[in-house]
């Protein structure tokens, strides 16, 4: 049986309290309008009620805030790196100050349970330190030169304008990965969040304009811009916007990359996935069932690191099966601002009904459903499920697409040849994980031959992948990477220079000219 934790749900005037208090504490001061005004509506999955209005960006507010970028990076990008660096800093400290309230916001707009909101606004804390260590480390190669008294070498600059949208899922780290790279490597963005977390987003904006204001920094270095698609749609079309990094569905970045490819812009595209774990015999099951929890029912299955696809050694996959069957029956699943809650709503209305269409898919297609059933929470307009488990015979259709929502198909292999096929056979290519206690199965999965994702892990679970490293996956994803590792290399561009510091001008490859 589900425990459901928290009945009654907040209010609706109790949301907008706490969303008033976290927006004065972090210097909000955007005036938000009545639930009943249009614009972007801000509303909150725990209750599914309208919270606020905001107002949207019209065409010629989105093309001041593109050309109030491109002016902050004429000084910008000739500020020296680690001055840009302490910008992020002090970014990173005002997250710090406003953590709480950074994540009550979190919970409010994507109904994160407290503990996923902070460590959501955690993961902006970390990549602004990143970032800030990045500011001293924009380094180049030197390559021997063929010639004589010459020198070569690779030099990175400022790209110019970053268009950055993000989904609903993650409202503000994703933006931080992209704002605080960009930012040290002397571009200036313009962001569009989703229409979804408006709020959040706002927050996010008040923190960066007031680190701007503390360290003296050009506050155009950084602009909101709010709305649908067609404001979306103004960043992709537009010339002046040097990289678009977006975030969203498989759908929205057909759209995107081939626009942004037609002017020859540069696009940075984290699309969806469809992560599968690999079970093997030899697996310590008890940290296996931890990590497939977590990973196939935390954020309500709305993470694109979600493990939706569990591919299990047929000789355990009972026992297996049976144990997270009965973890997934301790899950409480509530309102997600209260303590103990661990599975919160989903985002929209829209969102259960993909989720009942594609277990009634998967029963058609021969599957056996445990779970999935919508958790009455005393309120029609809000949408709380049971994660299911569903048993499936093969990876059939259902199992190809991206579900966003709190399902996982389980299926047996019998060669590990045969598991990584069925890894690699989705469409796309995010995040990917083995658990195994034997070397030889986990290097395999780690190699060429292995899962063809952006990232493999090995006993631990596909989600909550650490800022450090570069984030993003193959095929359908899109093949961006953002965050850690050299993945500012995106943000910049690479000047090759050749110096020659002799009196003699041979030309390469040996050619004589005259
Ligand atoms: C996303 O769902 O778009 O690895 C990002 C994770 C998080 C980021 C997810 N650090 O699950």
Redesign the pocket.
Known sequence: MTTVVTSPLPTSDALRTRVREAMTAVGAQVPLGDPNAGGVTASSPINGDVLFTVAESTPDQVDAAIAAAAEAFATWRTTPAPVRGALVARLGQLLVEHKEEMASLVTIEAGKITSEALGEVQ?MIDICEFAVGLSRQLYGKTIASERPGHRLMETWHPLGVVGVIT?F??PV??WAWNTAVALVCGDTVVWKPSELTPLTAIACHALLARACADVGAPEGVSQLVQGGREVGERLVEDHRVALLSA?GSVRMGRQIGPRVAQRFGKALL?LGGNNAAVVTPSADLDLAVRGIVFSAAGTAGQ????LRRLIVHSSIADELVSRIVSAYAQLPVGDPSADGTLVGPLIHETSYRDMVGALQQAAAEGGTVVGGERVDVGDEGAFYVRPAVVRMPAQSEVVHLETFAPILYVMTYETLDEAIAMNNAVPQGL?SAIFTLDVREAERFLAADGSDCG?ANVNIGT?????GGA?GGEKETGGGRESGSDAWKAYMRRATNTVNYSSELPLAQGVHFG
């Open positions: 993961e989904a899922n993650f780290a994703v975030t984290e993470r694109c690191t979600t995040s990232i989600s909550g992948a650490e800022i984030f």
